[in-house]
């Protein structure tokens, strides 16, 4: 039976900034701890406007295994949806009592009949989940052959069991699915991963689904598909040059297999989605009426030269250990690559936010990614000598970081004139054109530096300092924005060292720090407990590891009354729900009555 947590004590850390302060300039700031992530007193909390704090945690006691990933709010029936791709399901959490969510199902895919007459097997995945506000929920399954075509299974949220609606069916390895403002669109990005051995390369695509007025799955006559065909040579359409097409092009169409759609987001009105191309480094624009990619906008590349956008590049600094030591290199550049991308409005224009993870392909034979100091060795191309990054390939500079070797060839192809990381350790606003009007530069890696010194750059299996320094940083894995008292906020979950970061977003071009939580323990290092046979012991200890999936749940749509973030965390296997509070404003005890002189009787009356 999962264990069941109220509240964590003890290890959540706490760093707050006054918005506006010496941060915006690269200066390091002081760290703040607090039991429970609750630190009311502090003056430069205060400040901040907003506060976070532990509310409730429900553990499925899995570690490493992906049990907590994407997850989901229904406010209709009070519950929270998380994909737990270790079982192959999606786990129903009531969060009725949010400080004490309690699973009360799963919904599994096996065994269902899509309405192409396929009917899903034993082995698949499930990838991503999202749910209507009328309760019509779906979730991305992925085929146990992950290269065939994989499914979109639906279900009502409202439902007191576990059962589904339907399926139909989509492209190879659906990894995210977003629904449309309107209730109009399902839409999934099918990734189209090539398998183990890069024998088998499937084209990405994007699936639209027109989905019924009422809760009932849909046919598949009304699922259409968005490809890439119109980028390849002679197809009409122009692939800008800095989208990135790259290594072993199996098959006809190079470029459609190539590119492989991550993660949606879609406008507020309901008529574009802009779809996250990883490894590509790049964003495609898909019609959703017409279910056509329109354009595809390369993110274009960091400049780790600059002052104040520098990076941590070594797990070895100059004393021959571990060290901060975040330095600007010309001649470096970052890939953004981000995982996780999402829309949202400010002044009547459309924003978009990116969490810049990185990504690097290995797929059979083929490495993308290797580190500096083998440039020059076993078959690798060299530093040009005229770079200036030419002397800086020892483990104390940049010998140690983790590069690709498929950009910054000089124009004779004969050597690296630059070189170029994978992420760019930071998160971005975006324009819909492409327009990069905010970067979070060297903020990630100095805010968490501050908070905790000792376990900087730490990985998330292993507490550790600099186990990431050589690779990605604090890795930025996915975002959510909800608004607050009328002003927008981004909440970052950092995959690596854990934990999440508050920005206040209302202005895109002048994004401010407010705020950085991390429930996470680092005395407990989960790695040595599980060689040591205390692993099932020590992982309640161990808090959150590896946020992956983040959703907002508004004031209005809260069971509480007040707005929450809840975080699924794919490594620890745990969902988190945080209070969220804007600091000195007295609470709406009036809101709490009216619910309670409800008991709830008006939720999900029509599905239950």
Known sequence: MPAISRRRS????????VIGSVLATGAMVPAASADDGDERDSPSRKAAGLTLSVLGRYETGVFDASAAEIVTYHADSER????????????????VDPAVPTKLFDLTAEGITADDGSVIPAGTTANSVAVREDGLGAIAIESDVKTDAGWLVFFDANTDEAAVLGAVRVGALPDMVSISADGRYAVVANEGEPNEDFTVDPEGSVSIVTLPGRVTAPVQSVVRAADFHAFEAGGGKTLPEDVRVFGPRLGANPVSVNLEPEYVAIDAGSEVAY?????????????????????????????????GNGIDASDRDPTGAPTLNIKSYEGLKGMYMPDGITAYTADDETYLVTANEGDAREWGDYEEGVRVKDLGADGLLPICADSPLAGLTGDADLGRLN?????????????????????????????????QVFDSAQQLEEITAAANPDFFNSNHSVSNLEGRSDDKGPEPENLAIGEIDGRSYAFIGLERVGGIMAYDITDPASATFVLYINNRDFSVSMEGSVEAGTGA?????????GPEGLVFVSAKDSPSGRPMLAVGNEVSGTTTLFAIAA??????????????????????????
Do not use: M
């Open 275 to 307: 779809v996250a191309l990883q490894e590509a480094n790049a964003v495609a624009v898909v019609s959703l009426a017409e279910a056509d990619i329109t354009e595809i906008w390369p993110l274009g590349f960091k400049d780790h030269g600059l002052d």
């Open 583 to 608: 600091e000195g404003k007295k609470r709406d005890r009036s809101a709490d009555k009216d619910r309670d002189d409800k008991g709830h009787s008006d939720r999900g009356d029509s599905g239950r």
């Open 403 to 435: 590069v690709t070797t498929e950009n910054g060839l000089n124009e004779a192809g004969t050597c690296y004139q630059e070189l170029y990381a994978f992420g760019a350790r930071s998160f971005s606003i975006w324009t819909t054109g492409g327009e």
């Open 537 to 545: 012991a020590d992982l309640p200890r161990a808090g959150d590891l």
């Open 80 to 95: 929270l949806f998380v994909v737990n791709a270790q079982a192959g399901a999606v786990d129903v959490l009531d969060a």
């Open 10 to 17: 003890a290890s959540a850390t706490v760093l707050a900034l």
